[in-house]
């Protein structure tokens, strides 16, 4: 059973959870509200014990009843407490407009958005709640919403977001043209997918989830069965599970056989890191297929990999035997060089790890063809690791489309090719087929969404080595979807044990080997 704080939902999953426990386990929705505004200003006062002054921007909606709620709070504890009004409170109703008279009888100051404006004030000092918008709003932030979005983030000063930041898509993480940016975010009752990827990560700031006390029969249906979820979040610990101790009779031949195929003229680093990375979390062998000149590299730098330069298909053709599974990608290019190698890789028939220009390759129809079916290879074997601009070349889209909508794009891909997908970025994706959660791994789900990672990893290598790593798991015998989840997460979180350690800036890809090592042998 995934844990309620892994389930990642849409907004109109959240939206029926929240119809579930006030219709049908009798929870007022008032009383929500109000536990939700108490637990946002907790929260607050949390992060910053003794503020100056609170201003709360209060939408019209249940969002802004959240605001009135918090600002109440606010003036029972003796803090300058004020509320800025993008909604007529004549137009107020239902638990909102309850919200608005616990401000009101409260004596909280407040005024209008308009009169704000024409004013001329400007936020000094304090702290922001953002209670504009939630979940509610669709399509692009009306006007006056965006005026005050705008006002909150000139204001420098930071700010509290109840449920999500505003104008940020629960369901996508895209922002719907302007989104505030907050330091921590209070979210309710379930956590919406969109905090977590896209434009997600950079504006929620702190996550902070809280359930206000909804029994655990919300989240199940008449027939026990778990409200749907857009997506997973990954536990790295609960993965690591699945990653069995070795016996003390293993020897090499029971870890797999990874053979890395790339490294034009020029790349040589991009094959040598993934080699590496294959080999630290544990592959028993580990193979190069690679241009001539970078063999003396290679094997200077690691003489465990065994290394081999090859010119053509042809010659790659005898390496195809031994090994048990394949990465190709890394450094590969687009040359005639690079397309034998990718034809000669899908010929084998072997599990890939298909990566960087392997997937260009693919998309442009050199090799094969865009479909899985035209392709002459059974692909269910397959995982693909594009990044964005992969992702919209393999879709035939623009990157924008991709960002609008990372979820469904990672699901395209995943069924275009029938095969599992890692769509890179802040709130790595993954999709695969559903699995059983009873032997330890993954859950069942169709979506997977790893929830580490800085920017630091915003740098050449990191892709390369992250390939490795999927190509490492899986030749130990992990499948495919689990191997592609914990690569996900060991991979993110040694780039945050680096950044924890030495800073985000000037983190080198191979900086990642030494916590990959240690993480993979952590019981």
């Known amino acids: ?40 200003f907790e929260a607050l006062l949390a992060r910053w014990p003794q503020p100056d002054k609170i201003t709360v921007f209060c939408g019209g909606g249940n969002n802004g009843g959240d605001g009135y709620i918090i600002a109440g709070l606010a003036q029972q504890g003796l803090i300058p407490v004020e509320i800025i009004q993008l909604a007529d409170e004549q137009k107020l109703s239902g638990d909102a407009k309850r919200a608005w008279a616990f401000a009101h009888e409260a004596g909280v ?27 509610g709003v669709s399509g692009e932030v009306r006007a006056d919403y965006r005026g005050a979005i705008a006002h909150i983030n000139r204001s420098d000063l930071p700010v509290l977001a109840a449920d999500i930041p505003s104008g940020l898509c629960s369901d996508t993480g895209a922002v719907l043209g302007i989104a505030v940016e907050a330091a921590i975010t209070v979210t309710f009752i379930g956590i919406k997918v969109g905090l977590l990827t896209g434009r997600g990560p950079a504006l929620v700031g702190e996550l902070v989830y809280r359930d206000l006390a909804v029994p655990a029969l919300v989240y199940e249906d008449s027939l026990a069965q778990a ?15 699945a990653f069995p101790a070795r016996e003390r009779d293993a020897h090499k031949g029971r870890f797999g056989h990874v053979l890395v195929i790339g490294g034009d003229k020029g790349y040589g680093g991009a094959v040598a890191m993934a080699a590496e990375a294959a080999l630290r979390v544990g592959a028993g062998l580990v193979s190069v297929a690679t241009r001539p000149e970078h063999v003396p590299a290679l094997l200077a730098r690691r003489p465990e990999l065994m290394v081999k330069g090859v010119t053509s298909g042809q010659e790659l053709e005898p390496h195809l035997q031994g090994p048990t599974l394949i990465v190709i990608g890394p450094g590969l290019g687009r040359s005639p060089w690079s397309e034998q190698m990718l034809q000669k890789a899908i010929g084998a028939g072997l599990p890939m790890v298909v990566d960087a220009d392997a997937l260009n390759i693919l998309s442009e129809g050199r090799v094969g063809a865009n479909a899985r079916a035209n392709i002459g290879a059974d692909t269910g074997n397959w995982i693909l690791t594009p990044h964005p601009g992969e992702a919209a070349r393999l879709l035939g889209c623009s990157n924008a489309d991709i960002q609008a909508d990372r979820l469904s794009a990672c699901r395209q891909i995943a069924e275009k090719y029938s095969a ?11 999709s695969a087929e559903a699995l059983a959660g009873d032997g330890g791994g993954v859950e069942e789900s169709s979506l997977w969404l790893c929830p580490y990672g800085n920017p630091g990893m915003a740098s050449g290598g990191m892709g390369d080595v992250l390939a490795g790593i999927i190509g490492g798991l899986l030749a130990q015998g992990l499948d495919a979807a689990t191997a592609t989840c914990l690569g996900a997460c060991l991979h993110s979180v040694a780039a945050d044990r680096v950044a924890a350690e030495s800073g985000e800036k000037g983190l080198l890809a191979s900086d990642l080997f030494t916590p990959l090592r240690h993480m993979v042998n952590a019981r």
Do not use: C, F
């Open 420 to 430: 599992t997908v890692l769509l890179k970025g802040a709130g790595t994706l993954i």
């Open 109 to 135: 100051a407040m005024q209008s958005w308009q009169s704000y404006v024409a004013s001329g004030v400007e936020l000094a000092s304090g702290v922001v709640v953002d209670a504009l918008l939630g979940i």
């Open 227 to 241: 409200m749907p979820i857009a997506a997973q979040r990954l536990d790295l610990e609960s993965l690591l599970a």
């Open 1 to 40: 059973m995934i844990k309620i704080s892994n389930r990642l939902y849409s907004a109109s999953a959240v939206r029926e959870l929240d119809r579930r426990a006030i219709e049908d386990t009798g929870i007022p929705g008032i009383v929500l509200m109000k536990r939700a505004g108490r637990e946002a």
